[in-house]
């Protein structure tokens, strides 16, 4: 029965692969794309203006890019050496924008504790259950310009979003507080959930839905790597106006 189960789960996942083939996004692999079906729900009113906050090297832009080629995307991301690489991943892909900087509640310069797998990177520092996690540890620090999402969509001349993607490593809450204004405007959020501390000082789940609530917005969906009777462990969340 449970070689039944892997089998499924394994056929499953090729399936997924292979609904993305011919896009931008055909060489990722199932666990950059664990946010396709919420994506999905989006399709029926395209967003024209998503912001992939945390953008890493792409990967993310590339499925976006992928559900939505006609859509513009500004990607955020503070780690300098992680440009390349975006731009490299990107390459070919219109109507694609870099922002180098960090986004928080308020203007301030601050340190990025950057760690031995750089995707863990994060303005607050790990904690003990995110080293055991993912067996990371710090190995250096770099200073970066925070700014609130709104001032920066202002200074920068920056269309208003339709969607928002927060993946900030444990700093989402943080860069939804600079962001009032853009809220204002009710776009789909789609944002990485913890259940478990991996960063000091970390909100857990339970603080951005009540977040969220009081935005007026609920929860429209969790991301396929969520699985039932499993112990939850980190998530994406769609989140989306109540009207």
């Known amino acids: 029965m449970l070689l039944l189960e ?28 664990e946010s396709l079906e919420l994506l999905e729900i989006l399709k029926k009113n395209p967003p024209k203006v998503i912001y992939d ?43 694609v924008y870099w922002h180098g900087v960090a986004l928080g509640s ?23 259950e ?34 928002i993607k927060l993946d900030t490593q444990g700093y989402e809450l943080e860069c939804l507080k600079g962001a009032v204004e853009c809220l204002g405007r009710k776009p789909a959020i789609l944002c990485e959930v913890s259940f478990k501390k991996f960063y000091q000082n970390q909100p857990l789940f339970r603080d951005l839905v009540c977040f969220f609530s009081a ?13 039932g009777g499993t112990e939850l462990v980190q998530a994406d969340a769609l989140f989306l106006p109540t009207k």
Do not use: M
């Open 53 to 95: 906050i945390g953008a890493n090297r792409g990967s993310w832009t590339l499925l976006a890019k992928s559900l939505f080629p006609d859509c513009e995307i500004h990607a955020f991301e503070p780690l300098k050496i992680l440009e390349e690489d975006f731009k490299k991943t990107t390459a070919g892909l219109e109507n």
């Open 6 to 33: 892997r089998i499924g789960q394994w056929a499953a996942e090729r399936r997924r692969l292979h609904r993305l083939s011919g896009t931008p996004a055909k060489h990722l692999n199932r666990y950059q794309i």
């Open 130 to 163: 995110g080293r055991k996690q993912w067996n990371v540890s710090e190995a250096g620090k770099t200073s970066v310009q925070v700014w609130p999402l709104d001032a920066w969509r202002q200074t920068a001349q920056v269309p208003w979003p339709n969607l």
């Open 215 to 227: 935005k007026e917005y609920e929860l429209a969906g969790l991301s396929w790597g969520t699985i």
């Open 106 to 128: 308020t203007r301030k310069t601050s340190v990025i504790n950057v760690n031995s797998a750089v995707d863990t990177s994060s303005l607050y520092p790990l904690s003990g």
